[in-house]
C-alpha cells in the first residue's frame, strides 16, 4: 500500500526533476534551467576567452603574417615576400652563434637556479633560529625592480667596481667581468639567478613542508641514510613542483633581454647575445621588423618544443601529481 504523499512516474519515463519544462501552450519550453546554466558558465569564461583571443592568439597569427612580409619602418615598405625571411633565417650567418649563446645561457641558469633553490629550500626548511630572517632575505630580490637591480650589479661587476674592490682588499685581483666573453656570460647568469632564485625557493619550501613526516620516520626506523631519504622521498614527493619551477625557469631563460641590454648590450662582441636580443636588435634597431617577426616564430618553437619535450617527460620522473 503506497503513502498517499508518495508520487510515481510511469516505468519509462525520467524522474520529475529531469522532465522538460512546460511552455504555455504545454510544449517543452527553450529556456531551460539547463540552459540558464551553460549560458551562466558561458558568461563567466568569457571574460578570460576574449583576453586569450586578444593578447595571445591574435598576436601570435600576427606574428606569423607579419614574418611573411619585408617590412622595414625607415623606408615604409610592407610588401608580401611569403618564405624569404624563413630562407634568410636558414641562411643567417650570425644565427649559430646567437643559439649557442641561448643554450649557454639557459642551461647555466635552468641548473644553477634550481639546485641553489632546492639547496636553500632544504636548508630553511630546518627547525633553526633566524630562518624568517633569511627567507626574507634571499625572497626580497624578487620583489626588486630588475632594471634597477641590473644597473646596480652593473657597477659592482665593472673593472673598477665593488666586486674587483672586495677581491682586491683580499690579496686577489678580479678580471673585467663584463669585458671578457666567458666572464659577461657567468655575470649575466649569477646576476639572474640572484634576482629570480628566492621564487623556486619559496615554491621548494612549501612543497618540501607537504611531505608527511611519517614517511622519514619510517625510513629513519629502516636504517636509510640521508642520501637514501632525500632520493628515494624527498624528490619523489616534490617532483610536480620540480616540474613546474623547470618549465617556468626554461621559458624565462629564453625570454631574458633586459639584463642583457643592461649589462653587457650583447657583448663583448655576440658573446651575450641571446635569441631575444638578437630579435630586438633586428625589429627595434635596424627596423627590419618583417625578419625581427620572423626570429618571433623561431623563438615560440623552441619555446613550445622544450615545454612539450618537458611535459612528455614527467610521465617517467614526476609522480604524486595530484
Given at each position: 500500500?503506497?503513502?498517499?504523499h508518495k508520487?510515481?512516474s510511469?516505468?519509462g519515463?525520467?524522474p ?15 529556456w ?17 576567452l576574449?583576453?586569450?583571443?586578444l ?38 650567418p ?5 643559439l ?11 641548473a644553477l637556479?634550481?639546485?641553489?633553490a ?44 665593488g ?11 678580479g ?5 671578457g ?54 624528490m ?20 631574458v ?5 643592461v649589462?653587457?648590450?650583447?657583448g ?20 627590419d621588423?618583417g ?32
Open positions: 500500500m503506497t503513502s498517499p508520487t510515481t510511469p516505468r519515463t525520467a520529475r526533476g529531469d522532465a522538460p519544462e512546460a511552455g504555455p501552450s504545454g510544449k517543452p519550453a527553450w531551460t534551467a539547463r540552459r540558464r546554466d551553460r549560458l551562466a558558465g558561458y558568461a563567466f569564461i568569457a571574460p578570460q576574449a583576453g586569450t583571443a593578447f595571445v592568439i591574435l598576436p601570435l597569427g600576427l606574428m606569423f603574417w607579419y614574418s611573411l612580409h619585408d617590412w622595414n619602418v625607415l623606408a615604409g615598405g610592407f610588401v608580401f615576400s611569403g618564405a624569404e625571411n624563413y630562407e634568410r633565417l636558414a641562411r643567417d650570425a644565427l649559430p652563434g646567437v649557442r649563446a641561448t643554450a649557454a645561457f639557459s642551461v647555466g641558469l635552468v637556479n634550481l639546485s641553489l632546492l639547496l636553500l629550500a632544504i636548508l630553511l626548511n630546518q627547525r633553526l633560529r633566524g630562518t624568517v630572517v633569511f627567507r626574507t632575505i634571499f625572497f626580497s630580490p624578487v620583489a626588486v625592480t630588475l632594471v634597477a637591480w641590473t644597473i646596480v650589479w652593473r657597477f659592482l661587476l665593472q673593472d673598477d667596481g666586486i674587483n674592490g672586495l677581491l682586491s682588499a683580499l690579496g686577489a685581483e678580471p673585467n667581468w663584463l669585458r666573453e666567458t666572464t659577461a656570460m657567468i655575470s649575466v647568469i649569477v646576476v639572474q639567478v640572484l634576482k629570480n632564485v628566492g621564487l623556486n625557493m619559496v615554491l621548494f619550501l612549501a612543497a618540501l613542508q607537504g611531505v608527511p613526516k611519517e614517511l622519514y620516520e619510517a625510513s629513519t626506523i629502516d636504517g636509510a641514510g640521508a642520501w637514501t631519504r632525500f632520493r628515494r622521498i624527498t619523489p614527493m616534490i617532483s610536480p613542483t620540480i616540474l613546474l619551477t623547470a618549465i617556468i625557469t626554461v621559458v624565462g631563460s629564453l625570454q633581454f633586459a639584463q642583457i641590454d649589462l653587457t648590450g650583447g663583448p662582441g655576440t658573446a651575450t647575445t641571446v635569441l631575444v636580443y638578437y630579435l630586438y636588435q633586428n625589429a627595434f634597431q635596424f627596423h621588423f625578419y625581427g617577426a620572423t626570429l618571433s616564430v623561431l623563438l615560440f618553437a623552441i619555446v613550445l618544443v622544450l615545454t612539450v619535450i618537458q611535459w612528455q617527460m614527467r610521465r617517467k620522473w614526476v609522480v604524486h601529481e595530484d
